[in-house]
C-alpha cells in the first residue's frame, strides 16, 4: 500500500485483525453483489468504502419512485434509471479506486456462472425465491462463498453458504421450494432500516469471509425489528437437498 492507502484505510489497519496485510486483500479481492434494490444499496457502499478491488454488480431493474423508501443509493432524479448505472455512477465518484463492473440482464443459469467463477464472493441481494435458488446452485458449482440475505415486512434473515467447504450447507437444504408467487417487498411490504441492518452484515460477512475470519457460516441470524430479537439456528446440510447430491 501506498501512503494515501494507508491514510484512507488506516482505521481497518489498526485492527490486529486486519493490519496491512489483511487491507491488501481486500484491496485484491473481488465481489459480485446480484441485486441493487434495498440490501445492494446497504451492501455496495460499504464493500467500496472498505477498499474492495473490484465489484460486479448485476441487477436489470429500472428505479421506481417507490423504492426510494429504502433503497437510498438513488434519488428521485433517477427514477426510469437502471439501478446498475446509477450505482456504478454513485460508488465510482465516491470510490474511484474501486473497479465496478455492471450487468443490466436478468440473471439466468448460463450469464450467471462466469460471473460466480470470476469473483471471490457472491453476496445475494435478491428478493425472489427462483433467482436465489439459481444463484444458490451456480455458486455450489463454481465452489465460491455465497452470503445470503432477505428481509420482509419486519423480519430479516443473514447467513453464509461456504461452498469452498464441502459439508457445507445450501439455500435449498433449507428453503426446497421454489414458489412462483413468493412474497417480495412489493408484495408484502417491508420496514425501511431492515434493509440496512441486514445488508450491512451482509458486507461485514462478506469483508470477514476474504479476510479468513470466521463468518455465519452453518448459522442463520433471523433478526425481528419490532422486539429487536435476534434468533440464531444452526444449519446442516440436508441429505436430501438435490443441488447438493448432484454438485458432488
Given at each position: 500500500?501506498n501512503?494515501?492507502q494507508?491514510?484512507r484505510?488506516?482505521r481497518h489497519?489498526?485492527l490486529e485483525?486486519i493490519g496491512?496485510q489483511?487491507?491488501?486483500?481486500?484491496m485484491a479481492?473481488?465481489v459480485?453483489?446480484?441485486?441493487?434494490g434495498?440490501?445492494g444499496?446497504?451492501?455496495?457502499p460499504?464493500?467500496?468504502a472498505s477498499g474492495v478491488g473490484?465489484?460486479?454488480?448485476?441487477?436489470?431493474?429500472?428505479i421506481?419512485?417507490?423504492?426510494?423508501q429504502r433503497q437510498?443509493?438513488y434519488?428521485?432524479?433517477d427514477t426510469?434509471?437502471l439501478?446498475?448505472?446509477?450505482?456504478c455512477?454513485?460508488l465510482?465518484?465516491?470510490?474511484?479506486a474501486c473497479?465496478?463492473?455492471t450487468i443490466?440482464e436478468?440473471?439466468?443459469q448460463?450469464?450467471l456462472?462466469?460471473i460466480i467463477?470470476?469473483?471471490?464472493?457472491?453476496?445475494?441481494?435478491?428478493?425472489?425465491f427462483?433467482?436465489?435458488q439459481?444463484?444458490?446452485?451456480?455458486?455450489?458449482?463454481?465452489g465460491?462463498?455465497?452470503?445470503?440475505g432477505?428481509?420482509?415486512?419486519f423480519a430479516?434473515?443473514?447467513?453464509?453458504?461456504?461452498?469452498r467447504?464441502?459439508?457445507?450447507?445450501?439455500?435449498a437444504c433449507?428453503f426446497?421450494?421454489?414458489?412462483?408467487?413468493?412474497?417480495t417487498?412489493?408484495a408484502?411490504?417491508v420496514?425501511?432500516?431492515l434493509v440496512?441492518?441486514i445488508?450491512t452484515?451482509?458486507?461485514?460477512?462478506?469483508?470477514k469471509?476474504?479476510?479468513?475470519?470466521?463468518?455465519?457460516?452453518?448459522k442463520?441470524?433471523?433478526?425481528n425489528?419490532i422486539?429487536?430479537?435476534?434468533?440464531?439456528?444452526?444449519?446442516?446440510?440436508n441429505?436430501?437437498?438435490p443441488?447438493?447430491?448432484?454438485?458432488?
Amino acid at each position: 500500500m501506498n501512503d494515501q492507502q494507508l491514510l484512507r484505510y488506516a482505521r481497518h489497519v489498526l485492527l490486529e485483525e486486519i493490519g496491512v496485510q489483511g487491507q491488501e486483500k481486500i484491496m485484491a479481492s473481488s465481489v459480485a453483489v446480484i441485486g441493487c434494490g434495498g440490501l445492494g444499496s446497504a451492501v455496495l457502499p460499504y464493500l467500496a468504502a472498505s477498499g474492495v478491488g473490484k465489484i460486479i454488480i448485476a441487477d436489470d431493474d429500472v428505479i421506481d419512485l417507490s423504492n426510494l423508501q429504502r433503497q437510498v443509493l438513488y434519488g428521485e432524479k433517477d427514477t426510469g434509471s437502471l439501478k446498475v448505472q446509477v450505482a456504478c455512477a454513485v460508488l465510482q465518484e465516491k470510490y474511484p479506486a474501486c473497479i465496478i463492473e455492471t450487468i443490466a440482464e436478468k440473471i439466468h443459469q448460463e450469464n450467471l456462472l462466469p460471473i460466480i467463477q470470476s469473483v471471490d464472493v457472491v453476496v445475494d441481494c435478491t428478493d425472489n425465491f427462483p433467482t436465489r435458488q439459481t444463484i444458490n446452485r451456480i455458486s455450489k458449482i463454481a465452489g465460491k462463498p455465497l452470503v445470503f440475505g432477505a428481509v420482509s415486512q419486519f423480519a430479516g434473515q443473514i447467513t453464509v453458504f461456504d461452498f469452498r467447504q464441502p459439508e457445507s450447507p445450501c439455500y435449498a437444504c433449507i428453503f426446497p421450494d421454489t414458489p412462483q408467487d413468493d412474497a417480495t417487498c412489493a408484495a408484502s411490504g417491508v420496514f425501511a432500516p431492515l434493509v440496512g441492518v441486514i445488508g450491512t452484515m451482509q458486507a461485514a460477512e462478506t469483508l470477514k469471509i476474504i479476510l479468513g475470519l470466521s463468518t455465519l457460516h452453518g448459522k442463520m441470524q433471523c433478526f425481528n425489528a419490532i422486539n429487536n430479537r435476534w434468533q440464531t439456528m444452526t444449519l446442516t446440510q440436508n441429505s436430501a437437498c438435490p443441488v447438493c447430491h448432484n454438485a458432488r
